[in-house]
């Protein structure tokens, strides 16, 4: 049984000691030669009685001691029990919240991985589309190039010059808007490439902190690989708390997520700017094509009135011809009567003396070399006016036949150069990338 017995200092008891003071003692000068060192047997009681109490008291303490000892080491033993008990608590729950927040890290890392690659798409179709302006570019200013080499009077700035113009400058436009935008893209892609690199490195972080708190948690008090480490009972200056460690992995996630969203509005944004930018070129193509549409049967029209004219005119060259002739076989035919009046009045001239009379038959006979005069200046004149007419009349055929000429040009550069080369103009799909 355990002592009840309070443990505290017993009072020492005091002794009387004898000493030898005279003669009549065991130390006095009788028995000085036969033993000086000897104790009294009150001496030998009294420190037999003080041994006694020592080793009571002694016993006492330890006993105590004991259990105290006992006391503490069960204390000790639940209290240890119980803080490891908590600190493996703790550690769960803290692998927990670590797992959580790695959770939302990998999440994070996959959704920005997913989002990254269909911006990587979408900058493959901005490449493509780009890639497919230049053929409409080309088409524009060969068109441009090809119409330069109308002849006059053919060469004017019509509607389908205007439309070509039009069509250039959208091009280059959109070539621009689609190359800014690429710069966007590289550097959206590029911010998410690195928000899932830290991302990563914040998960990689936790991932090893968690094996390192498993294997924590692991340990008890029969594992094998335990050791003292004295000094590492202390906090590193450099450790975060609880709160800048959930911050930390917040803000990381919120900078992740943010860039993530501004990644998706700029997908919308790129297939907003496809979209767009491949049914304007497809209706400005459209536009051209109905210009060179209505360009062609406008000269169509102008080439088959000039054809028209033209056959008019070889009809009236042939009659002025004919009728050239007929003048100039009108004026030769009254050569005849005309020789021979004036011969019938030279020969009357030479009538003898009063024979040479004015007579009614010299009156007509005058009369009628004036009328065959005049007969021939007025066939002269209409002959002369016949054959400027007939010049005329060739003038205004080579004139036909040059526009006509000139507008055959002008239909084969709109339609066998610019038209059929227009035919290799790319489709929607081309132009909105996806081809």
Same mark, same amino acid.
């Given at each position: 049984m355990a002592q009840t017995v309070p443990a505290c200092q017993l009072p020492r008891k005091l002794y009387d000691v004898a000493r030898n003071t005279g003669a009549h003692t065991s130390s006095g000068l009788a028995t000085a030669g036969f033993?000086?060192?000897?104790?009294?047997?009150?001496?030998?009681?009294?420190?037999?009685?003080?041994?006694?109490?020592?080793?009571?008291?002694?016993?006492?303490?330890?006993?105590?001691?004991?259990?105290?000892?006992?006391?503490?080491?069960?204390?000790?033993?639940?209290?240890?029990?119980?803080?490891?008990?908590?600190?493996?608590?703790?550690?769960?729950?803290?692998?927990?919240?670590?797992h959580c927040w790695k959770l939302e890290l990998q999440r994070q890392v996959e959704e920005l991985v997913a989002e990254t690659d269909l911006l990587l798409a979408q900058k493959q179709r901005l490449e493509r589309t780009l890639d497919a302006t230049a053929v409409p570019f080309s088409i524009a200013t060969d068109n441009l190039q090809c119409r330069e080499r109308r002849q006059h009077p053919d060469l004017v700035r019509d509607c389908v010059e205007m439309e070509l113009l039009k069509e250039a400058d959208l091009i280059r436009n959109i070539q621009e808007l689609l190359k800014r935008t690429m710069m966007q893209v590289v550097n959206q892609i590029r911010m998410n490439h690195e928000h899932k690199e830290t991302c990563e490195m914040d998960w990689s972080d936790k991932v090893e902190a968690c094996n390192i708190d498993e294997a924590c948690c692991r340990y008890h008090n029969q594992s094998s690989d335990l050791q003292f480490?004295?000094?590492? $009972?202390?906090?590193?200056?450099?450790?975060?708390?609880? %709160? *800048?460690?959930?911050?930390?992995?917040?803000?990381?996630?919120?900078? @992740?997520?943010?860039?993530?969203?501004?990644?998706?509005?700029?997908?919308?944004?790129?297939d907003c700017i496809l979209q767009d930018a491949s049914e304007d070129l497809r209706l400005q193509c459209d536009a051209v094509n109905l210009a060179f549409g209505?360009?062609?049967?406008?000269?169509?029209? $102008?080439?088959?009135?000039?054809?028209?004219?033209?056959? %008019? *005119?070889?009809?009236?060259?042939?009659?002025?011809?004919?009728?050239? @002739?007929?003048?100039k076989q009108a004026i030769r035919d009254k050569e005849a009567p005309l020789k021979v009046a004036q011969t019938r009045l030279y020969q009357r001239s030479h009538r003898p003396n009063v024979e040479l009379c004015r007579d009614a038959v010299q009156f007509r006979l005058v009369s009628e070399v004036e009328e065959l005069n005049l007969s021939l200046a007025a066939l002269r004149e209409k002959l002369l006016e016949a054959e400027q007419s007939l010049r005329n009349l060739e003038d205004t055929r080579m004139s036909l036949e040059k526009d006509i000429a000139v507008k055959m040009n002008s239909l084969f550069i709109d339609r066998q150069k610019c038209m059929a080369h227009r035919t290799r103009y790319p489709t929607v799909l081309q132009l909105a990338g996806y081809q």
């Amino acid at each position: 049984m355990a002592q009840t017995v309070p443990a505290c200092q017993l009072p020492r008891k005091l002794y009387d000691v004898a000493r030898n003071t005279g003669a009549h003692t065991s130390s006095g000068l009788a028995t000085a030669g036969f033993r000086t060192a000897k104790y009294l047997v009150d001496e030998w009681f009294q420190n037999c009685y003080a041994r006694y109490h020592q080793a009571f008291a002694d016993l006492d303490q330890s006993e105590q001691q004991h259990h105290e000892s006992r006391q503490l080491v069960a204390e000790t033993e639940a209290l240890a029990q119980r803080t490891q008990q908590d600190s493996t608590k703790k550690v769960g729950e803290r692998l927990k919240d670590m797992h959580c927040w790695k959770l939302e890290l990998q999440r994070q890392v996959e959704e920005l991985v997913a989002e990254t690659d269909l911006l990587l798409a979408q900058k493959q179709r901005l490449e493509r589309t780009l890639d497919a302006t230049a053929v409409p570019f080309s088409i524009a200013t060969d068109n441009l190039q090809c119409r330069e080499r109308r002849q006059h009077p053919d060469l004017v700035r019509d509607c389908v010059e205007m439309e070509l113009l039009k069509e250039a400058d959208l091009i280059r436009n959109i070539q621009e808007l689609l190359k800014r935008t690429m710069m966007q893209v590289v550097n959206q892609i590029r911010m998410n490439h690195e928000h899932k690199e830290t991302c990563e490195m914040d998960w990689s972080d936790k991932v090893e902190a968690c094996n390192i708190d498993e294997a924590c948690c692991r340990y008890h008090n029969q594992s094998s690989d335990l050791q003292f480490y004295p000094h590492s $009972a202390k906090f590193e200056e450099s450790a975060s708390t609880p %709160e *800048t460690w959930a911050k930390f992995t917040q803000e990381n996630l919120y900078r @992740a997520e943010r860039e993530r969203l501004a990644s998706v509005n700029l997908r919308k944004l790129v297939d907003c700017i496809l979209q767009d930018a491949s049914e304007d070129l497809r209706l400005q193509c459209d536009a051209v094509n109905l210009a060179f549409g209505r360009r062609c049967e406008e000269l169509e029209g $102008a080439r088959h009135k000039l054809e028209h004219y033209l056959r %008019e *005119t070889l009809r009236e060259i042939v009659n002025q011809e004919h009728n050239v @002739a007929a003048l100039k076989q009108a004026i030769r035919d009254k050569e005849a009567p005309l020789k021979v009046a004036q011969t019938r009045l030279y020969q009357r001239s030479h009538r003898p003396n009063v024979e040479l009379c004015r007579d009614a038959v010299q009156f007509r006979l005058v009369s009628e070399v004036e009328e065959l005069n005049l007969s021939l200046a007025a066939l002269r004149e209409k002959l002369l006016e016949a054959e400027q007419s007939l010049r005329n009349l060739e003038d205004t055929r080579m004139s036909l036949e040059k526009d006509i000429a000139v507008k055959m040009n002008s239909l084969f550069i709109d339609r066998q150069k610019c038209m059929a080369h227009r035919t290799r103009y790319p489709t929607v799909l081309q132009l909105a990338g996806y081809q």
